[in-house]
């Protein structure tokens, strides 16, 4: 019978409160931040992993980005996925969304005998939604966007999923292969086994790709494959908030304190 295969795509992504764009490059600048897996990713990997704890299902993590990568995307094997897979080489680097979905779904086609791709909705560093259904239209399966639960057929070829809308929900059966991605907190990631955690930290293999690897055209990855560039850095207007400096001894500043509060004091 055939082996359900899933794979879910990970992303590693600077901590947001540490996201820095180098001036020069207009680059995202990594250096100096800690990096993370990509938060609804996490949620991802778990849809992905209670569907193998249901069926006979195996999950692979692919993902694209340097090797340093590595160390961070192993705790998703740790977790309960099976396989990983890394796209890995410089030609890969400064793609927008377009270069990497189309990067992603070469990586797709080189796994082979792919039944569903699950995606988190969006990444923390670009925000921008449109890797999953990018991934869908270079592969040409059909989409869910925002899913927050799943159902497999009895035969493994149609997923259910629900996904929410607003003041209800949409459910969706569709035909299989097909991509997903996840509404972000859709579910509680669970926490590495730490019976696997060794395997998955040190003793797991990690399959990396690079560009000669999988069959891309140059001209539709890194750089040279992304029509969208920055052009310009601003530093955005924040807003101050309003301060007052109450100066004296403290009966005179309770004093000053009471006079600025009163007109907001309502009586029952």
């Given at each position: 019978?055939?082996?359900?295969?899933?794979?879910?795509?990970?992303?590693?992504?600077?901590?947001?409160?540490?996201?820095?764009?180098?001036?020069?490059?207009?680059?995202?600048?990594?250096?100096?931040?800690?990096?993370?897996?990509?938060?609804?990713?996490?949620?991802?990997?778990?849809?992905?992993?209670?569907?193998?704890?249901?069926?006979?299902?195996?999950?692979?993590?692919?993902?694209?980005?340097?090797?340093?990568?590595?160390?961070?995307?192993?705790?998703?094997?740790?977790?309960?996925?099976?396989?990983?897979?890394?796209?890995?080489?410089?030609?890969?680097?400064?793609?927008?969304?377009?270069?990497?979905?189309?990067?992603?779904?070469?990586?797709?086609?080189?796994?082979?005998?792919?039944?569903?791709?699950?995606?988190?909705?969006?990444?923390?560093?670009?925000?921008?939604?449109?890797?999953?259904?990018?991934?869908?239209?270079?592969?040409?399966?059909?989409?869910?966007?925002?899913a927050t639960e799943f159902q497999l057929s009895d035969d493994y070829t149609v997923c259910t999923a629900r996904r929410e809308i607003p003041g209800g929900y949409e459910v969706h059966r569709v035909k299989l292969p097909a991509v997903f991605s996840v509404k972000t907190a859709s579910n509680e990631p669970r926490f590495m086994d730490f019976d696997r955690k060794p395997w998955a930290m040190e003793e797991a293999g990690v399959i990396v790709w690079s560009r000669s690897d999988i069959e891309v055209e140059?001209?539709?990855?890194?750089?040279?494959?992304?029509?969208?560039?920055?052009?310009?850095?601003?530093?955005?207007?924040?807003?101050?908030?309003?301060?007052?400096?109450?100066?004296?001894?403290?009966?005179?500043?309770?004093?000053?304190?009471?006079?600025?509060?009163?007109?907001?004091?309502?009586?029952?």
């Amino acid at each position: 019978m055939h082996e359900f295969h899933i794979v879910v795509c990970m992303k590693v992504v600077p901590k947001a409160e540490e996201i820095r764009v180098d001036p020069e490059s207009l680059l995202l600048d990594r250096e100096n931040a800690r990096s993370e897996i990509n938060p609804p990713d996490m949620n991802a990997i778990e849809h992905a992993l209670r569907i193998k704890d249901q069926c006979r299902a195996r999950v692979s993590i692919l993902s694209m980005g340097p090797p340093l990568f590595e160390s961070i995307l192993r705790v998703g094997l740790a977790m309960g996925a099976d396989d990983f897979y890394l796209l890995s080489d410089r030609a890969f680097a400064g793609a927008d969304t377009l270069a990497t979905t189309y990067t992603l779904a070469r990586g797709i086609d080189k796994i082979g005998d792919v039944d569903l791709v699950i995606c988190g909705e969006e990444s923390a560093d670009g925000a921008t939604g449109q890797v999953p259904a990018g991934i869908a239209e270079w592969l040409g399966w059909p989409q869910v966007t925002l899913a927050t639960e799943f159902q497999l057929s009895d035969d493994y070829t149609v997923c259910t999923a629900r996904r929410e809308i607003p003041g209800g929900y949409e459910v969706h059966r569709v035909k299989l292969p097909a991509v997903f991605s996840v509404k972000t907190a859709s579910n509680e990631p669970r926490f590495m086994d730490f019976d696997r955690k060794p395997w998955a930290m040190e003793e797991a293999g990690v399959i990396v790709w690079s560009r000669s690897d999988i069959e891309v055209e140059d001209d539709l990855i890194g750089l040279k494959g992304s029509p969208t560039i920055v052009s310009g850095l601003e530093q955005a207007e924040t807003r101050a908030r309003q301060q007052h400096m109450l100066e004296g001894d403290p009966e005179s500043i309770a004093a000053q304190l009471a006079e600025i509060l009163a007109p907001f004091h309502t009586r029952n």
